[in-house]
């Protein structure tokens, strides 16, 4: 049996703690909850870590938030040696929030990159310092430098960053929408999150499911660390926090 976890995240991704009761504990220990506000490995972006609190006040160390038999089964896995809460069970959750900021500020650095080189999307993987977008790009022409001096006048500009929510007919009306070159976003719902930049979506509007920044001058100065040359047709660039070093 599936369970279905409200995805709090989605609507706010920077709700740090709240409350929820455990719905469920499978065969491996893992706690599945009636509603979470820890992200769930999906689309490249790492799931949460954080912790659970009991009504007693002792503690379960969650070390991976996954999904389960469905995207909207959440299941959170505790740590080693960790207790196991009871079904019915009411929870305090609190996520690892500089990890999870660090994030949200990297994966919008990543929707920017994709504004920067509009080619199909062959890859990508979010982490807290170094990320990276696989681009199908014949001969990239691009220069490490260029493309961070474009990526900071979208930060500099500070656009706002939202979601809003399609029909899964309007997203096959526009499917220009979808930058992945092989992934699809999940249809069937009967609607498709978005994750929009600027006003009235005029700097970048696709599918995802992930963790933002509020504005894009919240992700802070970034610049590409390296572009790597992946197969005839492919181009990986690395994200990294910081000033571009001098050398």
């Known amino acids: 049996m599936a369970f279905s976890t409200e995805a ?27 509603r979470t506000i820890f992200y769930a490995t999906s689309g490249g972006q790492p799931g949460d870590t954080g912790i659970l609190v009991r009504e007693d006040g002792s503690r379960i160390a969650v070390a991976a ?105 309007e997203l096959a009306a526009n499917p220009t929408l979808v930058k992945s070159k092989n992934v699809r976003p999940p249809s069937g719902t009967g609607k498709i999150r978005l994750v929009c930049i600027g006003d009235n979506a005029s700097v970048d509007s696709q599918p995802c499911g992930g963790t933002h920044v509020a504005s894009t001058a919240e992700i802070g100065e970034i610049h590409i660390g390296k572009i790597e040359k992946k197969g005839r047709e492919n181009r990986r660039f690395r994200i990294r926090f910081g000033a571009m070093p001098a050398n």
């Open 65 to 169: 938030t996954i999904t389960g038999e469905s995207k909207d089964e959440i299941i959170h896995v505790p740590a080693l040696e960790q207790g196991v809460p009871e079904v019915g069970e009411r929870l305090r959750l609190a996520i690892d929030w500089p990890r999870r900021l660090l994030l949200m500020r990297m994966h919008a650095a990543c929707h920017l990159l994709t504004v920067v080189c509009p080619y199909p999307i062959t890859g990508a993987s979010v982490s807290e310092d170094d990320s990276r977008v696989d681009f199908d790009i014949p001969d990239a022409g691009f220069t490490r430098e260029d493309v961070t001096a474009r990526l900071m006048e979208l930060v500099r500009a500070n656009h706002p960053i939202y979601t809003s929510w399609i029909s899964d007919a």
């Open 8 to 34: 709090v995240f989605r609507e706010d991704s920077y709700l740090r703690e709240t409350e929820a009761s455990v719905v469920g504990v499978n065969e491996r220990g893992g706690i599945i909850l009636d």
